[in-house]
């Protein structure tokens, strides 16, 4: 691994790069890359993407979906306001949206990881504050570690950070994270994705009871009002300690935000053409070609745009439950699989505006492609080795969807299916339903949270229908959605893995057997596999590019080789609408969500035009 300190000599960084070692421990930086020399230098003035002389002001009203009952974010009962992480809690460090893999201080002002990869230290910011007037120090850090690591947060938090063995303070503004084992990313998300809040916030009480006090926290942005279920407003804090910093200049601009929540996507669409929020990120192709068409948009009162990113695809599909049977058979999961048009699907109903995702890293490096290249063959003979179950399927061809364009059909797909499940024991008995030997039919319910999604789940049914089997779509409210996600209670659910460039602890929640028996875990596919848990535990160890690449590329044969999903689609791009007086930079990040970079770099041209806090041209801004 080559973690290079911009502050070391070009020698120096290239002979650490060779040798894939992490710098020395005295040599601490102001940022980090993981693999990479950090493409800002210190001191630099802001991020490309931003524009540093953004106008400060106005509001930004949002949409929320379903429904919110706590302020805290962290718990696993309850439903949280939207914007919170966002817009209330800060990270010791900031990733940069132009990288794969580059943090640069935040909430620290320098950071040190050791030569042994095991441990890392952090000193603070010496004006780092929480809104209440406190300095943000190392005894805050360690206590939102150990208080989202306890039983009372989510599980998730639990398993993400667990290859950290101690966090000691140093000093008051210094604290060293310890590690149980080389982890090749852990270092790195604890910068970035560890939430620090004050040890004020709920003090004296068990934290899954902080249900509605307003977070003690350091960001940009406080709660201004509250309307449980209905709308959360927040207001940017005119004392955020953070508002002149480098990592932070051109962010955070409009003076409040405002999420108002809608029952349904319909009633959502219908808001936003009616004006009652500014901007939406449009993941129904029906509503992108259909819904939002009308007198403001021809009039140039709503843009749409499509806005291009480089971000790996990941993956989303109907996740089949293989805790329950039949799901837990993989000739039963295969055969589902077949049954899905995906060709027909997007012409008549996606106007042809998606690509089908055969990866856990599609639109990555990482994506296994055909035959297993020698370094992947070496690291599956070295899995097999350690698990003597592991099957010779995984040494063939990577799976793919099946394709129901000529030469392909779906005939022909439904023919294997047939056989697939005649093989597991099920035949079509006299009233054409699929029945295992004691007569029970094959059944199941696929649970979603939107209606809108009936699209995708109604024509997968119909082609089961052919097969014999009953699937029927069973729409709930969010909440009682994510109450059955967490409570692994369904048999089919429609979910998404979102891809990082560069995995690492996430695969623990998702994919591990340990995480397959944690309820609120991301293991919604219920994964027990020791070649998996194998293959995750080298990956985490990986020491260079090239080898996570390799672990990633086997990691995804193992799980399509699982058939745990049947996979969806995606776009290669963020689809937005926004009213006119919403304005971007020119220049995009190249890996960003698309609310995240709303929320962090947008601004109001009513801002703009008034001359709020604007000291000198603006750069050029996008609205076309």
């Given at each position: 691994?080559?973690?290079?300190?911009?502050?070391?000599?070009?020698?120096?960084?290239?002979?650490?790069?060779?040798l894939?070692?992490?710098?020395?421990?005295?040599?601490?930086?102001?940022?980090?890359?993981?693999?990479d020399?950090?493409?800002?230098?210190?001191?630099?003035?802001?991020?490309d993407?931003?524009?540093?002389?953004a106008?400060?002001g106005?509001?930004?009203?949002?949409?929320?979906?379903?429904?919110?009952?706590?302020?805290?974010?962290?718990?696993?009962?309850?439903?949280?306001?939207?914007?919170?992480?966002?817009?209330?809690?800060?990270?010791?460090?900031?990733?940069?949206?132009?990288?794969?893999?580059?943090?640069?201080?935040?909430?620290?002002?320098?950071?040190?990881?050791?030569?042994?990869?095991?441990?890392?230290?952090?000193?603070?910011?010496?004006?780092?504050?929480?809104?209440?007037?406190?300095p943000?120090?190392?005894?805050?850090?360690?206590?939102?570690?150990e208080?989202?690591?306890?039983k009372?947060a989510?599980?998730?938090?639990?398993?993400?950070?667990?290859?950290?063995?101690?966090?000691?303070?140093?000093?008051?503004?210094?604290?060293r994270?310890?590690?149980?084992a080389?982890?090749?990313e852990?270092?790195?998300?604890?910068?970035?994705?560890?939430?620090?809040?004050s040890?004020?916030?709920?003090?004296?009480?068990?934290?899954?009871?902080?249900?509605?006090?307003?977070?003690?926290?350091?960001?940009?942005?406080?709660?201004?009002?509250?309307?449980?279920?209905?709308?959360?407003?927040?207001r940017?804090?005119?004392?955020?300690?953070?508002r002149?910093?480098?990592?932070?200049?051109?962010?955070?601009?409009?003076?409040?935000?405002?999420?108002?929540?809608?029952?349904?996507?319909?009633?959502?669409?219908?808001g936003?053409?009616?004006?009652?929020?500014d901007?939406?990120?449009e993941?129904?192709?029906?509503?992108?070609?259909?819904g939002?068409?009308?007198r403001?948009?021809?009039?140039?009162?709503?843009?749409?745009?499509?806005?291009r990113h480089?971000?790996?695809?990941?993956?989303?599909?109907?996740?089949?439950?293989t805790?329950?049977?039949?799901?837990?058979?993989?000739?039963?999961?295969?055969?589902?699989?077949?049954?899905f048009?995906?060709?027909w699907?997007?012409?008549?109903?996606?106007?042809?505006?998606?690509?089908?995702?055969?990866?856990?890293?599609?639109?990555?490096e990482?994506?296994?492609r055909?035959?297993?290249?020698?370094?992947?063959?070496?690291?599956?003979?070295?899995?097999?080795?350690?698990?003597?179950?592991?099957?010779?399927?995984?040494?063939?061809?990577a799976?793919?969807?099946?394709?129901?364009d000529?030469?392909?059909?779906?005939r022909?797909?439904?023919?294997?299916?047939?056989?697939?499940?005649?093989?597991?024991?099920?035949?079509?008995?006299d009233?054409?339903?699929l029945?295992?030997?004691?007569?029970?039919?094959l059944?199941?319910?696929?649970?979603?949270?939107?209606?809108?999604?009936?699209?995708v789940?109604?024509?997968?049914?119909?082609?089961?229908?052919?097969?014999?089997?009953?699937?029927?779509?069973?729409?709930?409210?969010?909440a009682?959605?994510?109450?059955?996600i967490?409570?692994?209670?369904?048999?089919?659910?429609?979910?998404?893995?979102?891809?990082?460039?560069?995995?690492?602890?996430?695969?623990?929640?998702r994919f591990?057997?340990?995480?397959?028996?944690?309820?609120?875990?991301?293991?919604?596919a219920?994964?027990?596999?020791?070649?998996?848990?194998?293959?995750?535990?080298?990956?985490?160890?990986?020491?260079?590019?090239a080898?996570l690449?390799?672990?990633a590329?086997?990691?995804?044969?193992?799980?399509?080789?699982?058939?745990?999903?049947?996979?969806?689609?995606?776009?290669?791009?963020?689809?937005?609408?926004?009213?006119?007086?919403?304005?971007h930079?020119?220049?995009?990040?190249?890996?960003?969500?698309?609310?995240?970079?709303?929320?962090?770099?947008?601004?109001?041209r009513?801002?703009?035009?008034?001359?709020?806090?604007?000291?000198?041209?603006?750069?050029?801004?996008?609205?076309?």
């Amino acid at each position: 691994m080559a973690i290079v300190a911009r502050a070391l000599a070009p020698l120096l960084v290239s002979l650490l790069a060779l040798l894939a070692l992490p710098a020395a421990p005295s040599l601490a930086a102001p940022s980090l890359a993981w693999g990479d020399q950090p493409k800002y230098p210190p001191g630099f003035q802001a991020f490309d993407y931003v524009n540093p002389q953004a106008p400060k002001g106005g509001t930004l009203n949002l949409a929320g979906y379903g429904s919110f009952d706590k302020l805290n974010p962290f718990t696993l009962r309850g439903l949280a306001a939207a914007g919170l992480g966002m817009l209330m809690f800060e990270t010791l460090a900031e990733p940069s949206d132009d990288e794969p893999f580059t943090m640069y201080g935040l909430l620290a002002e320098d950071m040190a990881f050791a030569a042994d990869g095991l441990s890392i230290t952090f000193r603070l910011n010496p004006a780092a504050r929480f809104w209440n007037g406190d300095p943000v120090t190392a005894e805050d850090v360690r206590h939102s570690f150990e208080v989202l690591t306890g039983k009372r947060a989510h599980p998730r938090f639990r398993q993400y950070f667990s290859d950290v063995s101690k966090v000691v303070v140093v000093d008051p503004r210094t604290v060293r994270f310890e590690f149980r084992a080389r982890n090749h990313e852990l270092h790195m998300i604890i910068g970035m994705q560890l939430p620090i809040f004050s040890r004020k916030w709920g003090e004296g009480r068990p934290f899954d009871e902080v249900v509605r006090d307003e977070p003690i926290a350091s960001g940009p942005y406080r709660i201004e009002r509250t309307d449980w279920g209905k709308s959360i407003t927040y207001r940017r804090n005119p004392d955020w300690w953070a508002r002149d910093l480098n990592v932070r200049r051109g962010m955070f601009n409009f003076d409040r935000v405002v999420y108002k929540y809608f029952s349904d996507e319909t009633a959502r669409l219908e808001g936003f053409k009616a004006g009652e929020f500014d901007w939406v990120s449009e993941n129904s192709a029906k509503n992108w070609a259909r819904g939002h068409t009308g007198r403001r948009y021809a009039s140039g009162e709503i843009l749409k745009r499509e806005f291009r990113h480089s971000n790996p695809a990941g993956m989303q599909g109907f996740v089949l439950n293989t805790r329950r049977p039949p799901l837990d058979d993989p000739r039963v999961r295969q055969a589902l699989g077949l049954a899905f048009d995906f060709e027909w699907m997007n012409r008549q109903v996606f106007y042809g505006q998606y690509v089908r995702s055969p990866s856990y890293f599609t639109n990555s490096e990482m994506q296994a492609r055909g035959l297993p290249g020698p370094d992947e063959k070496a690291l599956l003979e070295a899995v097999r080795g350690q698990v003597p179950g592991l099957g010779p399927a995984v040494f063939g061809e990577a799976p793919m969807p099946p394709l129901t364009d000529p030469p392909g059909s779906l005939r022909d797909n439904l023919r294997r299916a047939l056989a697939l499940l005649k093989e597991a024991g099920w035949q079509v008995a006299d009233d054409g339903r699929l029945r295992d030997a004691g007569g029970q039919a094959l059944s199941f319910e696929i649970l979603s949270y939107s209606k809108g999604l009936e699209r995708v789940a109604d024509p997968w049914a119909r082609n089961l229908a052919k097969l014999g089997i009953e699937a029927r779509l069973r729409v709930t409210d969010p909440a009682l959605y994510q109450k059955r996600i967490d409570d692994f209670d369904y048999d089919v659910a429609i979910h998404v893995y979102p891809a990082s460039p560069t995995p690492g602890n996430e695969l623990l929640e998702r994919f591990s057997s340990a995480a397959a028996a944690q309820k609120g875990s991301d293991n919604v596919a219920g994964v027990r596999d020791p070649a998996v848990d194998a293959v995750i535990e080298r990956l985490l160890r990986s020491r260079s590019r090239a080898e996570l690449v390799t672990h990633a590329k086997v990691l995804d044969r193992l799980l399509r080789h699982g058939f745990y999903l049947v996979p969806h689609f995606h776009a290669p791009t963020h689809r937005v609408a926004f009213r006119n007086h919403l304005a971007h930079p020119d220049r995009l990040p190249r890996y960003y969500g698309a609310e995240a970079w709303l929320l962090k770099t947008w601004w109001s041209r009513e801002a703009q035009a008034a001359g709020a806090a604007s000291d000198g041209p603006t750069q050029r801004s996008a609205a076309r």
